[in-house]
């Protein structure tokens, strides 16, 4: 196990009816003037954002809103928040909705603090300081409501890209397993993929002797294995839910990933699928992680193979475990044709003839790679693209 340090500060709100309380966690969090950031749509019709003011309202807090976040988010609407924060003297924002509305919020807390353009901590500058984020939970996806993390598209070229920091890790989440119970089954099936991704960037690793947070992965991926297809069937089934919601978190906190070297690659390949096509994020990767996996399989059979027999429940075959590496992948690709994720570029509706431009978009040219597992060039990029075909 490698040395590492962990710091989570944030504090968690869950359970039932828990958004009634926004307000008490604003206050004592010191929060005074508040943006609301969300999408819209949902978060309205449902009443959930009506709630949300009342709570604010009891405490006296002042706020302004900010909707619009669509799936992606958009640099266009960071800067109008950012704009909107500064003129406004705010001094902690809320993000009611789920991943995408979060990832905003958070780019727009680290604006609001900097002299210069916030697309500079997506281009690889870390973030030092931001405004307090909290945030009220509509899907289990992202996992950003417990994370440093946030990823943005930027308008002009379509780029897709990550910025992280521990000043943007929300100082409070509530999250309500109800508030997802509304959600299609493809949005909810999207997520679950999110959440394993999430997981398996982690897993897939060179570090030897993590047997702990080997474990604590697995245990994840079994959850997700009972709990979605449970879902899927009941949209209603509250604790189903709630283990999804909380197993979105533990997924991308970083509990099941410290001390030990991550990967993250097909993250990074994932989203020029998504920024080039605008396709949830979920789905991109339910196609690119077992692209992925085949691809990179021979790196280190016995992982594969052990996740295979751990997750999948594939009997070891010592004498060959890259057939047991092998049927692992096969079941993964299975499970997630189950739950109505597409594994493929036809299903995604992605085209072949684009695959250039979005090795190109990564700027990797003739040398660069990604990813720590095993090292990709541009032209391995290109390889697992085709395979996904």
């Not at 449970?230 to 906190?253: F, K, L, Q, S, T």
Request: glycine residues 10%.
């Amino acid at each position: 196990m490698n040395n590492f340090t962990f710091y989570s500060p944030t504090y968690f709100v869950f359970g039932k009816g828990t958004e009634n309380e926004a307000g008490q966690y604003v206050s004592r969090f010191g929060g005074s003037k508040v943006l609301i950031h969300y999408g819209g749509g949902s978060v309205e019709r449902s009443g959930l954002l009506d709630r949300v003011k009342e709570s604010l309202k009891k405490q006296n807090i002042d706020f302004v809103q900010l909707g619009g976040v669509v799936p992606n988010p958009r640099s266009g609407l960071v800067y109008e928040g950012i704009e909107l924060c500064r003129k406004e003297n705010v001094d902690f924002i809320l993000a009611v909705g789920g991943g995408s509305v979060i990832d905003s919020a958070k780019a727009i807390a680290a604006g609001v603090k900097y002299d210069g353009d916030f697309w500079d901590f997506y281009e690889g500058k870390p973030v030092m300081e931001a405004l307090p984020v909290a945030t009220v939970l509509t899907i289990a996806a992202a996992g950003s409501e417990g994370s440093g993390d946030s990823v943005i598209t930027k308008e002009e070229g379509m780029l897709k890209r990550g910025a992280g920091g521990e000043a943007l890790r929300p100082v409070f989440s509530i999250l309500n397993p109800e508030l997802t119970q509304t959600l299609p089954p493809y949005q909810t099936a999207s997520g679950a993929t999110d959440i394993m991704a999430h997981v398996f960037e982690r897993y897939f690793t060179n570090t030897k002797e993590v047997e702990i947070t080997d474990r604590l992965c697995e245990a994840v991926l079994l959850t997700m294995i009972k709990e979605v297809p449970r879902v899927i069937e009941d949209p209603n089934n509250y604790e189903a839910r709630a283990n999804i919601m909380w197993a979105g978190m533990v997924a991308h906190n970083n509990i099941v990933g410290v001390g030990r070297e991550q990967d993250w690659s097909s993250h990074g390949i994932e989203h020029e699928l998504s920024a080039l096509y605008d396709v949830a994020h979920g789905a991109g990767l339910a196609v690119i992680f077992p692209a992925w996996m085949t691809y990179v399989m021979k790196h280190d059979i016995n992982r594969f193979a052990q996740i295979a027999v751990r997750v999948w429940g594939c009997e070891m075959n010592f004498a060959n475990p890259e057939e047991t590496a092998k049927e692992g992948i096969e079941r993964l690709k299975k499970f997630l044709t189950s739950i109505g994720m597409p594994i493929s570029f036809a299903e995604l509706g992605a085209k072949e003839e684009d695959i250039p431009l979005m090795v190109e978009k990564l700027g990797l040219g003739e040398r660069g790679t990604m990813g720590s597992f095993v090292p990709l060039t541009a032209k391995d990029v290109e390889a697992i693209y085709r395979l996904a075909l």
